[in-house]
């Protein structure tokens, strides 16, 4: 069976504080690792997709990485308008995303 | 469009009544998605669509709920005699091409009372 599991469920930074949110997949025919940004209220918001193993994806203070089991969002020197929840997702082969429960990241000034 | 366009933003039905939702995709996107997000964040996909086909209704559940993406109309999520637990909020979300970035809509909370 698919699955996606984020940890941690929730993680309190202060700013500048650098630190790592992991997601495990185990998807069959993976089609691609997503992470999404989700605000109360909005809808997930598109950061990075990865298709294969060894790579990464940068996006200001956001780096995604892949490996065959595992996928990290590094974040580094965060700050508080990076107060989200972040949703891990493995495409399957009929492209369908299955959603890990996501980490709640809140930020302090 | 250059959003996915969801409406209505919330809806409140009684219990047994029906709900149809509606969701305008990004222009120019074959692959529209639907999702439902209960509690805090577990979503659960229901059905695709390429184009006016369904493409996968795996998640589906087979009775109460229908969906349709006819041309011309925006795509449609219907739930008949709607029960407590339909309530959630209905993510729709489309992309060009099946397996790219998925750019989801605003949702449309519905409350079943």
């Known amino acids: 069976e698919d699955q996606v599991t984020q940890s941690p469920e929730a993680l309190r930074l202060q700013e500048g504080e650098s630190s790592s949110l992991n997601c495990s997949y185990t998807?069959?025919?993976?089609?691609?690792l997503f992470w999404y940004r989700q605000d109360p209220g909005k809808g997930p918001e598109f950061l990075f997709t990865?298709?294969?193993a060894g790579e990464e994806k940068e996006k200001e203070r956001l780096k995604a990485t892949l490996t065959k089991k595992e996928s990290f969002l590094h974040i580094t020197a965060p700050k508080p308008e990076d107060s989200a929840t972040y949703l891990c997702?493995?495409?399957?082969?009929?492209?369908?995303?299955?959603f890990g429960k996501g980490t709640s990241l809140l930020v302090t000034p | 469009g250059e959003e996915v366009a969801q409406t209505p933003k919330h809806l409140v039905r009684g219990e047994g009544q029906k709900a149809k939702l509606y969701c305008a995709p990004i222009?120019?996107?074959?692959?529209v998605f639907w999702y439902q997000q209960v509690l805090k964040n577990e979503f659960k996909f229901l059905i695709s669509?390429?184009?006016?086909?369904?493409?996968?209704e795996t998640g589906m559940p087979k009775e109460r709920f229908s969906a349709k993406c006819l041309p011309n109309s925006p795509c449609s999520l219907e739930i008949q005699a709607t029960k407590l637990e339909d309530s959630a909020v209905y993510f729709c979300?489309?992309?060009?091409?099946?397996?790219?970035?998925?750019?989801f809509g605003q949702g449309t909370r519905l409350t079943v009372v």
């Open positions: 997702a493995g495409a399957n082969s009929g492209y369908a995303l299955n």
């Open positions: 998807v069959s025919g993976l089609r691609g």
């Open positions: 990865l298709y294969s």
């Open positions: 222009k120019g996107h074959s692959y």
């Open positions: 669509f390429q184009n006016e086909n369904v493409f996968d």
């Open positions: 979300a489309s992309n060009p091409a099946g397996n790219t970035e998925a750019f």
